[in-house]
């Protein structure tokens, strides 16, 4: 079993930037890859970005390609998501999670545990 624990979510104006993070416990951490993905009110939950067990293979969805950048410390069991140049439509709850494979990183049912997610807001 893996725990999940994302922070640094906030409310920012548009054209800020925030570092989201995304705590690890239990489990070996490298053995996982890790994806943030992103929920708006009334909306599906959808793919923000992902990085493979050794951060050897990333990838980010269209609409936050050159503004979120993903990345992770293993000796630190953490997963970074950098966030640049807000957006209002970028307010949502971000939510970290873990998937054995590094295959289908982009679906949902690819990954096994969540976190709790953490809010960010932006403001025009």
Same mark, same amino acid.
């Given at each position: 079993?893996?725990?999940?624990?994302?922070?640094? @979510?906030?409310?920012? &104006? !548009?054209? $800020?930037?925030? *570092?989201?993070?995304? %705590? /690890?416990?239990?489990? #070996?951490?490298?053995?996982?890859?890790? @994806?943030?993905?992103? &929920? !708006?009110? $009334?909306?599906? *939950?959808?793919?923000? %970005? /992902?990085?493979?067990? #050794?951060?050897?293979?990333?990838?980010?969805?269209?609409?936050?390609?050159?503004?979120?950048?993903?990345?992770?410390?293993? %000796?630190?069991?953490?997963?970074?998501?950098?966030?640049?140049?807000?957006?209002?439509?970028?307010?949502?709850?971000?939510?970290?999670?873990?998937?054995?494979?590094?295959?289908?990183?982009?679906?949902?049912?690819?990954?096994?545990?969540?976190?709790?997610?953490?809010?960010?807001?932006?403001?025009?």
């Amino acid at each position: 079993q893996v725990q999940l624990v994302e922070s640094g @979510g906030g409310s920012v &104006q !548009a054209g $800020g930037s925030l *570092r989201l993070s995304c %705590a /690890a416990s239990g489990r #070996t951490f490298s053995i996982y890859a890790v @994806g943030w993905f992103r &929920q !708006a009110p $009334g909306k599906e *939950r959808e793919f923000v %970005a /992902a990085i493979s067990q #050794t951060g050897g293979r990333i990838y980010h969805a269209d609409s936050v390609k050159g503004r979120f950048t993903i990345s992770r410390d293993n %000796a630190k069991n953490t997963v970074y998501l950098q966030i640049n140049s807000l957006k209002p439509e970028d307010t949502a709850v971000y939510y970290c999670a873990t998937a054995a494979s590094s295959l289908r990183l982009t679906y949902r049912d690819a990954y096994d545990y969540w976190g709790q997610g953490t809010q960010v807001t932006v403001s025009s």
